[in-house]
């Protein structure tokens, strides 16, 4: 059963408010001749175990592995995920927002190998990986992971798009028989995440009323991360006065009487 426009329009809009917090979407998209069983709407919190064993057979499968993505990077950069976000909207699409788990990809392959008899796996980076069809195969792209600054991480999304945007008309074009999975795995979390209604504790995240605090707590922002900062101030004021007063000593005329002339 497909899930229709509206279904993941509305999944889309309520995921990333309510259930993508540290968690990465998983979602696989079923070509028209793909049908080796019909594929039914999973809940968003299924498992990543019932997500797996929802993907069909195809001639080709290809899977684009994001490690440790957050749903705020297809957020952040939301031209460079076009391409996924495209596949979100297919009515052949089911989207698992809150399943993901350590070695997904090597579960998604061996299960696809056990139940769809595929022995053939192969890496793809550009269009001119996918081979003719032959036989049936799995190809995983390993996607960069988003670290390092803005910047970096810009060009890392503007790398990926690239080869998202290779790969997924060649996977199209060669068989209308093609699932495409975007996933993410080697996360530092264990076993699988799901969304609960439970918030997340934290140390030192206790609340206290207002009128509860003490004076600093009220009127003074300090904390470690200020107390650090001031430290890292004051050294740099200190070895800046230090420098004026040198330059200072140097250039101010002495002050010794200047011996009477004959």
Known sequence: MQLTLSLLVAAASIAPVLAFDGSAPFIIVQGQGSAARQ??????????????????????TLIFDQPKVHASDLSRFSKNFAAIKELATEGSSIIVPYARGENAVEAIVSRIQQHCNINSRAKAVDANDILSLDVSRIYVTKLASFS??????QKVATLNEKIMNSLIPKAKALSTSH??????????????????????STKNSTFVPFNNRTFIQKYVLFNMGVFEGSISLFLVCF???IGVNILRSVQTPTKFEEPARK
């Open 39 to 60: 594929m039914s709407p999973l809940n968003p919190a299924t498992s990543l175990e019932a997500a797996i064993e929802s993907i069909p057979c195809a001639d080709v």
């Open 148 to 153: 390092g600054n803005i910047e970096t991480q």
């Open 239 to 241: 070895i800046s006065l």
């Open 179 to 200: 699932v495409i999975i975007f996933t993410s795995s080697n996360i530092e979390s264990r076993g699988i995440q799901r969304r609960t209604d439970t918030p997340i």
